[in-house]
């Protein structure tokens, strides 16, 4: 299956909320033709309209892709427009959090190439990760085309195994809320040092996106760029002695975090 494929045949895509809508952005920008995408959704939004796509309109016998974008409590309702498609022609992905395979595969049928994808909200600008695991059924070809489809909104990595997904979650699905908190504390700590809240909150902003930029970018590790900004006795060293700290600071803090997220999407996928 090539990128020809999903212009000739098209691309379903079930839900066109935020992440819908930021993944359809992205692949218009990158040249997939309107015609070719037919879009399933029960209110669809004025920019969604004037795109061009087909919206809620009959569908292609065998889309090259059947994307599933909808929230997973309205999965149940969502599915069935779909389940005709699952002729094994079609390649399914899913971005839906907590979604297993095999849930996918109690519906679709387990010959049905289906992959789970976990983007986050950082795709809405371009800059999201997306983490993938296919099916038995999925190829090398199938699975390249649903990298090449996610990278219009970020980078995109393969797991190795189903189980990973879970502590993905926890890191980068419900990662970028960690960030967002440290810039509200951030911001919130600089007020109580005397700043002003509309200055501490823009000094908190582009500190955190600047620094996110850097270690994305530099060819040194977040480690190394750390202690670049440490000197010996400094200021960057007291704070870090309070941060670094093992027991109270951001090692435990973090490690706390994102178990409860890992432990809590382990939950959601098992119907908790």
């Known amino acids: ?45 004025d920019w969604l309209r004037a795109t061009g796509v087909h919206i809620n309109m009959a569908l292609p ?3 090259a892709i059947v994307l599933i974008a909808v929230k997973p409590q309205m999965m149940g309702d969502a599915l069935p427009a779909i389940q005709a498609l699952a002729r094994g022609e079609s390649l399914f992905v899913s971005v839906a959090a ?7 595969e109690a519906v679709l049928g387990a010959d049905s190439p289906i992959i789970r994808a976990m983007p986050n909200t950082p795709a809405a600008v371009g800059r999201g ?25 970020g980078q995109t990595v393969r797991l190795a195994d189903e189980a990973q997904m879970d502590a993905v979650t926890g890191v980068s699905g419900s990662g970028p809320a960690y960030v967002f908190h440290l810039i509200e504390t951030l911001a919130a700590a600089g007020e ?3 700043l002003p809240a ?10 955190v996106g600047g ?14 760029l750390r202690i670049n900004v440490t000197s010996p006795n400094g200021t960057t060293q007291a704070a870090l002695e309070v941060l670094m700290d093992e027991e109270t600071g951001f090692p435990a803090l973090l ?14 996928s098992h119907g908790g």
Do not use: Y
Request: glycine letters at 10%; hydrophobic letters at 50%.
């Open 1 to 45: 299956m090539t990128p020809k494929d999903l212009a000739t045949r098209g691309l379903v895509l079930l839900g066109c909320g935020k992440m819908g809508s930021a993944m359809l952005q992205g692949w218009l920008a990158d040249g997939l033709p309107p015609e070719a995408v037919h879009v399933i959704d029960p209110q669809p939004s």
């Open 61 to 63: 016998a065998a889309p």
């Open 98 to 104: 907590g979604v297993t395979l095999a849930r996918f």
């Open 129 to 153: 990760i997306t983490a993938l695991i296919g099916n038995a059924r999925v190829s090398e070809a199938q699975m390249a085309l649903a990298e090449g489809l996610l990278q219009a909104v």
């Open 192 to 194: 109580a040092q005397g």
């Open 198 to 207: 509309d200055l501490a909150m823009t000094l908190a902003r582009a500190t």
């Open 211 to 224: 620094a996110g930029v850097l270690a994305e970018t530099a060819e040194e590790s977040p480690a190394q």
């Open 255 to 268: 490690r706390r975090a994102v178990k409860a997220a890992t432990e809590r999407s382990r939950e959601l």
